[in-house]
T-cell receptor, first 118, second 117 residues
Framework: EAGVAQSPRYKIIEKRQSVAFWCNPISGHATLYWYQQILGQGPKLLIQFQNNGVVDDSQLPKDRFSAERLKGVDSTLKIQPAKLEDSAVYLC????????????????FGSGTRLTVV | AQKVTQAQTEISVVEKEDVTLDCVYETRDTTYYLFWYKQPPSGELVFLIRRNSFDEQNEISGRYSWNFQKSTSSFNFTITASQVVDSAVYFCALSAGTTSGTYKYIFGTGTRLKVLA
């Protein structure tokens, strides 16, 4: 099966500019996650969708970050305006429902978008 | 609160040596899942293993083995006869239920493994 697709692969922007990332999950995966991974740290969950509804966005800096998942498939994550500390890799992941056999195989992660804010 | 601790920031070994990566977790949930992921230089997180809290049986997969001990809240990962291709950052993760009935991961800070030829 095709993996989780993310674009762009790399992005360099100046602080205070806006940026958007796109994610296409594995077909049929109802749950979609956006993670932020700062260099030298483990991934941190920003937002979790179940179909097109938000399940958890407790760690999303809502003053500058927004995300949507229209039609319960693709998702976009936006930062506006960007700050220097937003430099990180943004990982998208998807998973089948917990309790299904396929859940045994964990999340499937995309390759990520490396954002550099200068 | 849920937490995953990987105390080893970086480990260097010579090829063919065995190496163990430590993972200690904290959770109040009785049902939870533990994972190990590998992150090679390409950046993608690669799933290695998942264990649920009711299954403490150790597992071996080729050169990889995992030791899950609830008594010490540990889920350690051993690579036998390490190879240069094992060089990567390895993450331990904990997944427990939320009030919404879904699960989310808490990752450790990772251990960078360098295998020298």
């Amino acid at each position: 099966e095709a993996g989780v697709a993310q674009s762009p692969r790399y992005k360099i922007i100046e602080k205070r500019q806006s940026v958007a990332f796109w994610c296409n999950p594995i077909s049929g995966h109802a749950t979609l996650y956006w993670y932020q991974q700062i260099l030298g740290q483990g991934p941190k969950l920003l937002i979790q969708f179940q179909n097109n509804g938000v399940v958890d966005d407790s760690q999303l800096p809502k003053d500058r970050f927004s995300a949507e998942r229209l039609k319960g498939v693709d998702s976009t994550l936006k930062i506006q305006p960007a700050k220097l500390e937003d430099s990180a890799v943004y990982l998208c992941a998807s998973s089948p429902p917990a309790g299904s056999f396929a859940f045994n195989y964990g999340y499937t992660f995309g390759s990520g978008t490396r954002l550099t804010v200068v | 609160a849920q937490k995953v601790t990987q105390a080893q920031t970086e480990i260097s070994v010579v090829e063919k040596e065995d190496v163990t990566l430590d993972c200690v977790y904290e959770t109040r949930d009785t049902t939870y899942y533990l994972f190990w992921y590998k992150q090679p230089p390409s950046g993608e997180l690669v799933f290695l293993i998942r264990r649920n809290s009711f299954d403490e049986q150790n597992e071996i997969s080729g050169r990889y083995s995992w030791n899950f001990q609830k008594s010490t809240s540990s889920f350690n990962f051993t690579i036998t006869a390490s190879q240069v291709v094992d060089s990567a950052v390895y993450f331990c993760a904990l997944s427990a239920g939320t009030t919404s009935g879904t699960y989310k991961y808490i990752f450790g800070t990772g251990t960078r493994l360098k295998v020298l030829a």
